[in-house]
């Protein structure tokens, strides 16, 4: 295992953050512990939850474990975050302050922790002024209810405006972003990484084996089948198996992923993680394994480093497909300017 520091900060977690969402849904209690006990064995120490996964239990069953192993809180530093419904009134959803308040207090009872150390907003919420939701988190972190603020999923406008109205309110910093981000994925390198780049933001990929698809169990033109998450719902989310198995590119980057592994003499998974624990910016990359055997393998990319002709054969076949302007050719020259 590896280990940087979080964003700008001083604090230090590992390169590979335990995911849990599947914790209560997909990972049962003591499949969950067993995960838990394995990631902290293997180096791990950054855990990242948030109140609606499974509305709750995921936070409860992390809350059980470190009740029972009281030496371990202190080795970790926890991430969970707030802003999607946990009940059907106006208020339960959201960055308002009243709903924030309630969210951050449940959090922290469900955790069964004094402080949490990375509380972020889940997603933008156009309702609510940014201004109110920052300010939430300055008082919060003034309290000791949390010590670092972040975000997730914000686009890059949200980001940087978040970003400047913290540093010129004198409000508590924004340190890290946790947006999708992998080998199949890489749209946020036209405006998310910039800015993470420009003010010091770490980021934190979730989905960084594209749900699934980086590991190769996948195959052109035949509808997943069994246990797997698309066998099980071949429309779940962003990754759907009639939109990727019908986009080319799909298959140059799983190749390309094949190739450099059998070459190494590694899995798939590992190789697509040890990419992007490497791509600028990144902070720690967002495990989300259902069985300790798919967290075993995660973890193989702990100490991994992919040389650069390995990268550059990924980097190639993954390259994000754009027009000329603003992001192809002719607008990366224009943004661009030698000095004599």
């Known amino acids: ?47 990242d939850t948030a ?59 469900r955790l069964g922790v004094e402080t ?17 939701t920052l300010r939430f988190f300055d008082d919060a972190v003034r309290a000791g209810k949390i010590r670092y603020v972040g975000v997730s999923n914000f686009v890059g406008w949200q980001l940087q405006k978040a970003t400047l109205l913290a540093r010129f309110g004198g409000l508590a910093p924004i340190v890290t972003v946790q947006p999708q981000y992998n080998l199949l994925a890489r ?8 800015v993470c780049l420009n003010e010091g933001i770490g980021i934190l990929p979730w989905s960084p084996l594209g749900g699934g698809w980086l590991t190769g169990k996948y195959r052109r033109d035949e509808l997943p089948t069994g246990a797997t998450r698309l066998g099980e719902n071949p429309n779940r989310g962003v990754e759907a198996y009639a939109g990727r198995n019908a986009a080319e590119q799909t298959w140059d980057v799983v190749d390309a992923v094949r190739e ?12 697509a993680l040890a990419w992007l624990a490497d791509a600028p910016a990144v902070t720690s990359v967002i495990l989300g394994a ?23 054969r990924l980097d190639e076949a993954s390259a994000p497909r754009v027009a000329d302007y603003p992001y192809g050719p002719a607008g990366v020259g224009q943004q661009a300017r030698k000095l004599p």
């Open 260 to 271: 450099v592994a059998d070459a190494r003499g590694a899995s798939m998974a590992a190789v």
């Open 116 to 132: 949490i150390d990375l509380y972020q907003a889940h997603a933008w919420d156009p309702q609510t002024p940014i201004e109110e």
């Open 187 to 194: 749209d946020i390198e036209h405006e998310v990484v910039p």
């Open 1 to 47: 295992m590896r280990y940087r520091k979080l964003g700008s900060t001083g604090t230090v977690v590992s390169t590979l953050c335990l995911g849990t969402m599947t914790f209560g849904n997909e990972t049962d209690e003591a499949g969950s512990h067993a995960q838990l006990d394995r990631f902290v064995e293997a180096g791990g120490t950054f855990l």
């Open 51 to 109: 109140n609606v996964y499974s509305r709750g239990t995921s936070e409860q069953i992390i809350g059980r474990w470190l009740r029972d192993r009281p030496d371990v809180r202190d080795r970790l530093v926890i991430a969970t975050k707030g802003r999607f419904p946990m009940g059907d009134g106006g208020n339960d959803a959201g960055l308002s302050r009243v709903h924030l308040s309630r969210a951050l207090d449940a959090s922290l009872a």
């Open 290 to 312: 259902r069985t300790t055997e798919q967290l075993d393998d995660n973890l193989t990319a702990g100490d991994l480093v992919l040389d650069a002709t390995e990268r550059a």
